[in-house]
């Protein structure tokens, strides 16, 4: 399983794992209980009306940085001790199994440092169970790592700031796709918290594939420092997706930036995503 993300009954919940503790977005959670249209206005209104938890929310709620499609941001979590609380003023029927599923997932952890491959093996898991393609997961599998790969070399050239990130992976897809993150997701019809990437078809995740490799040897090689310098490789790249993207849609004779998305298949939440 990916160590920032989990799935409660098909529901993405983003995590971090620091100082020997899962923390879970606060929001995610809330959404997967309540299926809430607007997470962060229900979390409100249960301020409003669990005055105890209200005043102990700075005490339970951290903002900590959490990988999204923008880059790392920060978003309020809190530990499995700090969910629990927060549960305990959620009616919903989903409560119990929640709290198993909490359990679960600490378990999983320890199994994973003991023997990394497992989180590989829990990612594609996950994966399967959504409906997804192997050659899907293979693409997301390898866009995972040279994610990885590209985050890792801002990091050693001055970039340490979540809106920095945030900047970057915008430039690469305004100058590749043409749209900001924001904007693809919308396009996708997604909800803030959905990961954009997991929606993207075989094509789009090989096209990011191949602008976030192609920006990591421009950095290497113009030993670019500090966010101007690596902006401008990663608009760079993103022409370099530009080129390949019109290409395509020339000889598809169609557009590559749509609205395909995973789509429901059963009552079972199977998902599969158009190739």
């Known amino acids: 399983m990916n160590n920032k993300l989990a799935l409660f009954e098909e529901k993405e919940i983003r995590r971090t794992y620091?100082?020997?503790?899962?923390?879970?977005?606060?929001?995610d959670v809330v959404f997967a209980l309540t299926n809430s249209k607007d997470p962060k206005q229900y979390i409100n209104k249960l301020r409003k009306r669990d005055e105890t938890l209200n005043k102990g929310w700075v005490q339970i709620?951290?903002?900590?940085?959490?990988?999204?499609?923008?880059?790392?941001q920060s978003i309020n979590c809190a530990d499995t001790e700090g969910i629990l609380r927060i549960i305990q003023s959620i009616?919903?029927?989903?409560?119990?199994?929640?709290?198993r599923w909490l359990a679960k997932v600490g378990s999983e952890r320890i199994e994973e440092i003991q023997n990394p491959e497992l989180a590989m093996d829990r990612m594609k898991e996950l994966y399967e169970k959504k409906g997804y393609s192997k050659s899907?997961?293979?693409?997301?599998?390898?866009?995972?790592?040279?994610?990885?790969?590209?985050t890792d070399e801002w990091k050693e050239r001055g970039i340490s700031k979540g809106i920095e990130y945030a900047i970057l992976t915008n430039e690469i897809y305004k100058s590749g796709f043409g749209v900001t993150a924001k904007e693809y997701k919308d396009i996708k019809g997604l909800h803030e918290s959905e990961n954009l990437r997991d929606s993207m078809t075989n094509i789009e995740l090989a096209l990011t594939n191949l602008g976030e490799a192609t920006a990591v040897e421009f950095h290497k090689k113009n030993d670019s420092k500090g966010l101007k310098e690596l902006k401008n490789d990663m608009s760079e790249a993103g022409n370099v997706i530009n080129s390949a993207k019109k290409e395509i849609e020339r000889k598809l004779e169609r557009p590559i930036v749509t609205s395909d998305n995973y789509i429901e298949l059963t009552e079972d939440y199977n998902l599969k995503l158009p190739n």
């Not at 620091?18 to 929001?27: H, L, P, T």
């Open 18 to 27: 620091q100082e020997g503790k899962w923390y879970f977005s606060v929001v």
């Open 61 to 72: 709620v951290h903002p900590l940085k959490l990988d999204t499609n923008g880059g790392k």
């Open 91 to 99: 009616p919903s029927k989903k409560a119990e199994p929640f709290k």
């Open 136 to 150: 899907w997961i293979n693409m997301r599998e390898r866009g995972i790592a040279t994610r990885h790969n590209l």
